[in-house]
């Protein structure tokens, strides 16, 4: 056994199962992709910790406990179709992957669309496009999506993003509640928005999602 999958399943045994992530097919999703390779060589050694890794300017792996347990939550079925929004390197895309029929990774960056396509395609993830674009305003003609996954906490969720949902749709992410990170499932059904929080959680802000101060004069 090699020192990075010792790690990945030290990361699972330490950080994940212990979170009540028992979900078998996220778990193995997550055992299944090499996730030192999407950040940089220097952070490649703890690439398995259990913190939020910065690979990029306002980029991030999440903490690995945050991301299995809003997998679990999204209870992703195979025949999705997944919006992985602020993709970052791709790895948040190679492990929705695993579990999904298809993914649309969103990216701003020019560097880092480049960077995870070519990552993506060294982990044969074929089921996955990374796409250049708004990460606020998603990727309408795609959709509609089953899934629609941020990588970052937000202020809010755009309307033009929930309108991307299929019927049965959901989005995953972390909400900012005044300063805390809450774990959010969102619907947008019969155009009825519904929040469920789902645990707290500290993640690093996505700045394109933050709220727009209002000027009163």
């Known amino acids: 056994m090699t ?5 990945r399943s030290s990361m699972i045994e330490g950080q994940l199962r212990p979170n009540n992530i028992n979900d078998e097919n996220v778990i193995e999703a997550i055992a299944s992709v090499n996730r030192e390779k999407f950040v940089p060589k220097a952070f490649a050694g703890v690439a398995y910790v259990d913190e939020d890794i910065r690979v990029a300017e306002g980029r991030y792996l ?8 809003l997998l679990s939550e999204a209870h992703i079925k195979p025949t999705d179709l997944v919006l992985d929004i602020a993709c970052g390197t791709g790895y948040s895309s190679a492990v929705l992957a695993r579990l999904a029929e298809a993914v649309v990774a969103l990216e701003e960056d020019d560097g880092l669309v480049e960077t995870g396509t070519a990552v993506l395609a060294e982990e044969a993830c074929d089921n996955v496009a990374v796409v250049k674009g708004d990460i606020t305003a998603g990727l309408a003609k795609q959709g509609p999506y089953d899934l629609i996954f941020i990588n970052g906490m937000v202020d809010d969720v755009p309307q033009t993003l929930l309108e991307q949902l299929s019927e049965n ?3 995953v992410c972390v909400l900012n509640d005044r300063g805390v990170g ?8 019969d155009k009825v928005r ?7 959680a500290a993640i690093p802000p996505l700045a394109a999602f933050a709220r727009k101060e209002e000027f009163s004069f």
Do not use: I
């Not at 999440?62 to 347990?69: I, L, T």
């Open 3 to 7: 020192n990075a999958s010792q790690a």
């Open 62 to 69: 999440m903490e690995p406990m945050v991301f299995g347990r």
């Open 169 to 171: 749709g959901r989005l």
């Open 182 to 189: 809450k774990a959010s499932l969102v619907t947008y059904k």
């Open 194 to 200: 519904g929040v469920r929080t789902l645990f707290d």
